[in-house]
């Protein structure tokens, strides 16, 4: 089992949709979530963490985390097209001092 | 800029050389950590260091791969002797706390390393 795990893309939904990215982790130990976004070619760039188990709302961003289930989410409405990139779950487990551990990425579109 | 910088941004090696890359921390972030992605797969942890010290290193090759963060001037990975499997984006992220820390890290634009 792979540590973290992203859904297997690519993703495709039409601009003004909602796009549902979903990550799970094995490290029931796992402290920190972070969702990164990287086009092509680019650097990662840091969209959104979460700590707690809920909900945390940034604009059109919204991620997800149930420790519980070992799930966190990912949900970007009014998808638009300039948010077609690759999204990177990144998780930090409690003993591994500063690493974090990436998912593979999923790869979403927005067409207009 | 205050963000982090890295350079080169692209480096070119005949197999055999050695590879050097920086990395400077964004400004009053005194955490750096480096992470490879080879083509079409995701983001590796090489390792973690703060001023003079190795923090982590467990995702360092055993050979050839070293890293260093003195306390003066940037950060530098170095590759001795690559071969065509060192082909990859190599980034630096940092961070203004490391251990035990939830800051989140912020990454460099990479450097692309092409082996001939």
């Known amino acids: 089992q792979k540590e973290v795990e992203q859904n297997s893309g690519p993703l495709s939904v039409p601009e003004g949709a909602i796009a549902s990215l979903n990550c799970t982790y094995s490290?029931?130990?796992?402290?920190?979530f972070f969702w990164y976004r990287q086009y092509s070619g680019k650097s990662p760039e840091l969209i959104m963490f979460?700590?707690?188990?809920g909900d945390k709302e940034d604009g059109r961003f919204t991620a997800q985390l149930n420790k519980a289930s070992q799930y966190v989410s990912l949900l970007i409405r009014d998808s638009q097209p300039s948010d077609s990139a690759t999204y990177l779950c990144a998780v930090k487990s409690g003993t591994s001092y500063g690493k974090l551990t990436f998912g593979q990425g999923t790869i979403l579109t927005v067409h207009p | 800029n205050a963000g982090v910088m890295q350079n080169p941004r692209h480096l070119v090696r005949r197999r055999g050389q050695e590879a050097r890359l920086r990395c400077s921390p964004m400004?009053?972030?005194?955490?750096v950590y480096w992470y490879r992605q080879l083509p079409e797969e995701g983001l590796k942890f090489m390792v973690y260091?703060?001023?003079?010290?190795?923090?982590?290193e467990s995702g360092m090759p055993k050979e050839r791969f070293s890293a260093e963060f003195p306390k003066e001037g940037p950060s530098i990975l170095r590759i001795q002797q690559v071969v065509r499997g060192d082909s990859a984006a190599y980034f630096c992220?940092?961070?203004?706390?490391?251990?035990?820390?939830?800051?989140?890290?912020?990454f460099g634009d990479g450097t692309r390393l092409s082996i001939l």
């Open positions: 992220a940092s961070s203004p706390t490391g251990q035990g820390s939830n800051q989140p890290q912020h």
């Open positions: 260091l703060q001023k003079e010290n190795i923090i982590d």
């Open positions: 979460i700590y707690s188990n």
């Open positions: 490290d029931r130990g796992s402290q920190s």
């Open positions: 400004k009053g972030h005194s955490h």
